[in-house]
RNA sequence: GCCGGCGUAGCUCAACGGUAGAGCACCUGUUUUGUAAACAGGCGGUUGCGGGUUCGAAUCCAGUCGCCGGCUCCA
């Protein structure tokens, strides 16, 4: 006698144990047909479930009350329409295509599956797939689940010789469940319930031979030899029919590892289709739409045609050339910055592009992350001697990776562990000596600190630098100024005594905070990275990190935004916090960071004199809140569409008379604003265009403000004016009226253009 | 780095085994203009690069460099 809890409260007492569907009919026949599934207890379930105990019950529909989209819907029918993609694609490409694992994403799916030798999936195959996938959701067959007992099902799975799916039982297995569940897409049969492999006549599945015959031919085969019927391990939950998935879509394809992990294994190197589904087809045209817009948004797009920024190929993969335009948003937001760091008390150094392969020995950086630095540089003299003695590649690279047994004593000592093994010391006339780029600015700075007597009075000491660093990212992973080789970070250190580090935390959130407000940017997520479980990455005592995660946790709970605490997601030298952000193509990027360091100090032995009259060891923390300037503005171009407050418009206003006659006048609007505004950016076109023509291209570069001036204006010493994104004349104001209201708008830093003539 | 796709004028694209073309940009004129392109003419290319197949290659093949999507990585 099952009590069942509705969401409004309502309670339904049935006399036998009932499924969901039940219940929903018995709430009304309306819902009983737009439902899609259940969610007992909070866990979402197919709408067949049967409930025998007391729950609480939801029925998921495609909508919610208030019409917006239902996610758990929306998900349902992802999960079932990767389903549907994985048959339509065995279909065209073949049934020797191994499934391997197909779950919902944020926008849609995608089902991983082993392509044998000699075949692959194009996007030549798109149509073929997209037609069976309609046909599939038209034929509206039933999803039917069924269970194996765990032994039994894993025999059925041995028959079938698909060694993922195994992997996937075995995961499931080791939950401790007692059944394993299929889901037919159509009704199983005797012998599939009886867990036996099905056979399937299939010499039509060269995909040369993939038209809208021999599809019907495989339609026609499946249906003659068991029916129209596909199946496919899986937990579930799915949607009751295949045609209650609106519409559904094969997207894109790509490839992933199985279990994510790289491997020579050609097994284990899987295709990665994509596909979406909605609930109805104007919602998938529409989200077909968005992705377009998306498109036209991206930074690599919008930053050519606005030139602001260049990737050369002669110059190099991943390093930005800043064009003029690109240079003055990047200047701004400089500017904008390092008024508030002197606001805090920040003071501003320079180091050089490159150090001592010593100096990352002592930091750690070097060979820990040598596989993504650019290679040592060693100088001439030394190249020439090491060739002349014949040495050879190998015995170079230990030498430039080797230590001094100064260098490993000194280290040790401090970090009182065997930070550096016996096997890198070596005589120091074998030694090679290197430069490197430099990868990170910290241990140029630790040294500016170690560079003078600290008093615990003057603590903590922070030292700013908007410094250029260089990282051998893998070419696969460069992309557009988000992704890249060189990469300038608003760089600090600071250099504090312990009780000193909460307070300093909060001031490095706090100018996180002032950019993002200033910005007008509210989409971001907060990652607080931690250690991972027992891995050796991390160097430093257990007892620093602890302390140094715990001022990390409470500083991020101070920031008023939810965050998620992410163990593995820490530097090797300490915890941080991370700010994220995503781009129009939905990847997360990381922009600010905070983090704390324990062990830097210790390294490079720095410390400060305490009241007591005796040496501490400072803490470091490393912090940089807009991150990269490359990835910020690339994520910034996106975030304003490249239509740029005025305050950081590469061009603020554009001067554009009638014709000739007012050219001297413009020069003049052009002088008087110039006068008014310090730095003000802003030209005139004098070209020989109508000024339908001068509008057309000034709206293209998306300048905030357009003058338009003629005879009129001329005479009442006015500007007609032009919003940029209001696309009508927005009515004449007096010139020094519009000075003073753009002068206050580009001081203020407005994130929205104010200069409108209604306003006055 | 790995898997898949793509490289044609400064930009956006066409030609897809048979003489490389358009629009915009740029230059020269004409037009003197009131809110998203006035008109005419001109300049611009060893089709990313170097090979191969072919009577003939932008087009087909293998390589290389670069770009795009994903994986992996990210101090």
């Given amino acids: 006698m099952p009590k069942i809890t509705l969401p409004d409260g309502t309670i339904k007492e049935f006399p036998n144990a009932v499924t ?42 495609p909508t919610n009350r208030d019409k917006s989209v239902n996610p758990d819907a929306l998900f349902l029918m992802r999960h079932s329409a990767a389903h549907v993609m994985a048959e339509a694609i ?148 799915h949607v009751p029919k295949t045609g209650r998935i609106g519409a559904a879509c094969v997207m894109s394809l790509a490839s992933a590892y199985w279990h994510g992990k790289e491997s020579d294994d050609p097994t284990h190197r899987l295709t990665r289709v994509y ?22 948004r991206d930074h690599r797009v919008i930053g050519k045609k606005l030139h602001l920024f260049h990737i050369d190929e002669m110059v190099g993969q991943g390093l930005i050339l800043w064009t003029p335009k690109g240079s003055v948003i990047r200047n701004e937001l400089q500017t904008f910055i390092s008024q508030e760091l002197v606001r805090q008390g920040y003071t501003q150094v320079y180091t050089p592009h490159i150090g001592k392969l010593d100096l990352y020995k002592t930091s750690g950086h070097f060979p820990y992350y040598k596989e993504s630095q650019f290679a040592p540089i060693i100088e001439n003299d030394s190249l020439t001697k090491v060739m002349s003695e014949g040495c050879s590649c190998a015995e170079m690279t230990h030498r430039l ?44 700075h630790a040294k500016i600190f170690a560079s003078s007597p600290h008093s615990y009075r003057d603590m903590p000491a922070r030292l700013s630098e908007f410094g250029t660093v260089y990282r051998w990212e893998q070419s696969g992973e460069l992309n557009g100024m988000t992704r890249v080789r060189g990469f300038t970070q608003d760089d600090a250190h600071l250099f504090c005594t312990p009780e000193q580090i909460p307070a300093e935390l909060l001031g490095c959130l706090e100018l996180v905070k002032i950019i993002f407000k200033t910005l007008g940017m509210k989409d971001y997520r907060v990652r607080v990275g931690l250690r991972g479980p027992d891995s050796n990455k991390y160097i430093g005592e257990r007892a620093n990190w602890d302390k140094a995660e715990q001022a990390c946790r409470d500083a991020a709970k101070t920031l008023g935004v939810s965050f998620v605490e992410t163990p593995g997601e820490a530097a090797f030298y300490g915890p941080k916090i991370d700010f994220m952000v995503k781009d129009v193509i939905g990847r997360e990027w990381q922009l600010g960071t905070v983090q704390v360091d324990y062990n830097m100090a210790i390294r ?88 339908q023509g001068k509008i057309k291209i000034a709206a293209e570069e998306k300048i905030p403000y357009l003058l338009i001036v003629g005879p009129r204006d001329a005479e009442s010493r006015s500007v007609s004016l032009r919003i940029r994104g209001e696309e009508k004349d927005a009515g004449a104001m007096p010139l020094d009226q519009f000075a003073a209201k753009l002068k206050g708008e580009i001081e203020g830093r407005r994130a929205t253009l104010t200069a409108s003539p209604v306003a006055i």
């Avoid at 039940?22 to 009983?32: E, F, H, Q, R, T």
């Avoid at 979406?276 to 036209?296: R, Y």
């Fill in 275 to 296: 596909g979406t589904a909605f609930a109805s087809q104007a919602e998938l045209d529409a989200h077909l739409a968005q992705l377009q817009q998306a498109k036209e």
């Fill in 401 to 444: 990776d080797a230590v001094s047994a100064r260098l490993q004593r000194d280290l040790n000592e401090r970090t009182q562990s065997s930070a550096i093994t016996a096997d890198r010391v070596m005589p120091d006339e074998k030694l090679l000596e290197g430069f490197l780029l430099k990868p990170m600015n910290c241990p140029h």
């Fill in 604 to 691: 490079f032995d720095l410390s400060y004199i305490g009241p007591d009259n005796k040496p501490h060891r400072p803490v470091v923390i490393h912090r940089a809140p807009f991150g990269s300037m490359e990835r910020f503005i690339g994520v910034l171009i996106e975030h304003f569409a490249g239509a740029f407050p005025t305050w950081l418009s590469p061009e603020q206003v554009r001067i554009l008379p009638i014709s000739e006659k007012t050219n001297e006048y413009a020069a003049e609007v052009h002088s008087y604003l110039k006068s008014q505004i310090s730095n003000l950016r802003c030209t005139v076109d004098s070209s020989n265009d109508r000024i």
């Fill in 90 to 237: 065995q279909d065209v490409i073949g049934k020797d295509v191994l499934l391997a694992y197909g779950p919902s994403t944020e926008t849609g799916f995608f089902y991983d599956m082993y392509v044998p030798p000699g075949k692959s999936i194009s996007t030549d195959h798109f149509a073929a797939i997209n037609a069976r996938i309609a046909a599939i959701i038209k034929e509206d067959r039933p999803f039917t689940r069924y269970e194996l007992p765990v032994p039994k099902g894993f025999e059925k799975l041995e028959n079938e010789k698909n060694k993922y799916k195994l992997d996937n039982a075995n995961r499931a297995a080791q939950t401790g469940t007692s059944t394993l569940s299929w889901y037919v897409t159509g009704e199983p049969t005797e012998e599939q319930l009886a867990g036996k492999q099905y056979e399937l006549d299939e010499n039509d599945d060269d995909k040369s031979s993939v038209d809208a015959q021999s599809l019907e031919r495989i339609s026609a085969a499946m249906h003659t030899a068991f029916g129209p019927r596909w199946e496919d391990l899986c937990r579930g939950p």
């Fill in 20 to 61: 969901a569907l039940d219940v929903a009919k018995s709430i009304g026949a309306g819902l009983a047909k737009a439902a899609l599934g259940c969610k007992i207890d909070g866990e979402l379930r197919d709408l067949s479930t049967l409930i025998e105990k007391d729950c609480a019950l939801s029925i998921v529909t």
